[in-house]
């Protein structure tokens, strides 16, 4: 039954189409008013995580006025707040009642944008776009990766084409916008890529491609807020992973590697920026302290900056050769300091006896968090008591940030381990034992270096579709391909 209710949202700025509007809806059902409430209160607060977007907490209500956004927006909430409800051992309400209100409100967004994307017209791709993102973080805490990453690679594909497109029904050109409005579509679409870039990368993969997305100009004298120390950093991945990805394209083609090649110049000003960026965000750091008193965001974007001097230093090698991470045991010990201490920020705000086993929604983003740096040292360090730490760190982590989901890359991480280290309880790899709060020193970082041949590379998992109890896992060892199933504990 439907009720001439206005929503006070309490945001009244330019809309999506650069005009202001009051953002009130009508002909809203009870049920959708208290999903929308809740998407509100709830959804935008938790979900963006330690780098709050202006798609989040300003494009978004400005754009409920669409149809397509507004389905879209009430399936998340829905999707949202019934697992942080099931999480916490509540009920959301009948299972079949919830899966019906998804299935109705995420086919009519899809049914809207049908017609908009005939069109090529600049408004209808951006709610087109918008729309786009909320259905890849929605599959995302859905566990439905494969998916969620059609989702993203069809919303790359369209943003790419707006600058080169012609206009079918005007015959004309599709320029770069400076609205603000495209800004920040694409902010949001970096940041998915990013997620989905890091993890590609990881695999040694050639599947990415660099989206033609526009660049945030050149590094300031100082940041102004941790989002935008953010953006430059992941302006910095960016490149990485284009850099990469033509290096591996070259080698297939039996392209020889020379120190003067266009890479290894655009190498050297990859490391140029990010000892720049490192500069400015130690001059900025002082006044952007001040916003978050945690400290969380300040922790993770120094987890990146050390994880990005270690990518950028190896993004030219062979996917073959693992031992080049031998000589960045530092770099890696500075990540794991530093996911120590956001381990104890999180402790602190959890009861004393407090004990999970099971995805934790409540804690669940769909932005960059500590996953994707933890899996990274479990894969590519290779001394045992910083690997060992991030993967016991990770087991002890029930979340999703994004594509990277706690309870897969825990398992993989474990499995990688074990193969590498078939005799990790013998004499020669003794179990060790080490509190999660305790920091590792010089003695306990050292010991036997894992031989070459043991080393495992290119490490691939099939993304599941779904709730899974496995995942299947390809690697390269000893120079073969291996397959095998990892149980999800």
């Known amino acids: 039954m439907y009720t001439h209710r206005p929503l006070n949202l309490s945001i009244r700025k330019h809309g999506i189409g650069g005009l202001s509007v009051p953002i009130i809806l009508f002909r809203a059902s009870e049920e959708e008013c208290l999903y929308l409430e809740w998407f509100r209160h709830r959804t935008t607060k938790k979900l963006p995580g330690a780098f709050v977007t202006t798609f989040w907490d300003t494009l978004i209500f400005q754009s409920l006025q669409e149809p397509a956004v507004l389905h879209a927006v009430l399936t998340l909430s829905c999707v949202h707040k019934k697992g942080t409800l099931e999480g916490d051992g509540q009920h959301s309400g009948p299972k079949e009642s919830d899966e019906h209100f998804i299935l109705q409100h995420y086919s009519e967004a899809i049914g809207d944008l049908g017609p908009r994307l005939a069109s090529w017209e600049r408004h209808s791709l951006r709610v087109t776009l918008i729309t786009c993102v909320i259905f890849v973080c929605l599959e995302y805490l859905r566990g439905n990766l494969q998916t969620a990453q059609l989702h993203l690679h069809a919303g790359l594909k369209l943003l790419a084409s707006l600058h080169t497109r012609s206009s079918a029904t005007h015959n004309t050109i599709i320029t770069p916008s400076l609205d603000p409005v495209d800004e920040w579509v694409e902010e949001a679409f970096t940041r998915l890529y990013v997620q989905r870039g890091l993890l590609v990368h990881f695999n040694g993969s050639l599947e990415l491609s660099y989206p033609p997305l526009r660049t945030i100009g050149r590094l300031p004298s100082r940041f102004h807020s941790y989002n935008l120390a953010w953006r430059h950093l992941e302006n910095i991945y ?6 990469a990805t033509v290096q591996r394209h070259q080698r297939l083609k039996h392209v020889s590697k020379q120190e003067s090649s266009p890479q290894y110049r655009e190498l050297g000003k990859i490391q140029t920026e990010l000892a720049q960026w490192l500069m400015v965000y130690t001059v900025s750091a002082p006044s952007l302290i001040i916003q978050e008193p945690t400290l969380r965001a300040d922790n993770l974007l120094s987890e990146y900056y050390n994880m990005a001097r270690i990518m950028v230093a190896t993004c030219l090698r062979s996917p073959s050769d693992e031992t080049i991470y031998d000589n960045y045991t530092k770099d890696f010990l500075a990540i794991l300091s530093t996911s120590i201490k956001l381990w104890n920020i999180r402790a602190a705000a959890l009861p004393r006896f407090w004990h999970k086993s099971s995805l934790d929604m409540t804690r669940s983003i769909v932005d960059i968090g500590w996953l ?17 730490h991030a993967v016991q760190l990770l087991e002890r982590t029930f979340h999703k940030e994004g594509i990277w989901d706690s309870r897969l890359c825990a398992s993989v991480s474990r ?44 490490v691939r998992v099939d993304l599941p579709e779904g709730p899974s109890e496995s995942v299947t896992l390809h690697f390269k060892q000893c120079g073969d391909w291996q397959t095998s199933q990892v149980s999800l504990a």
Do not use: T
């Open 415 to 458: 499995a990688v381990v074990q193969f590498e280290e078939p005799n990790f309880d013998g004499a020669c790899y003794p179990r060790l034992h080490f509190a999660l709060d305790e920091v590792p020193n010089l003695v306990d970082v050292s010991g036997p270096i894992l031989p070459k041949e043991r080393r495992i590379s290119r």
């Open 372 to 388: 994707a740096p933890l899996y990274f040292m479990a894969l590519k360090c290779r001394v045992r008591r910083i690997r060992w």
């Open 238 to 243: 960016c490149r990485v992973f284009h850099l």
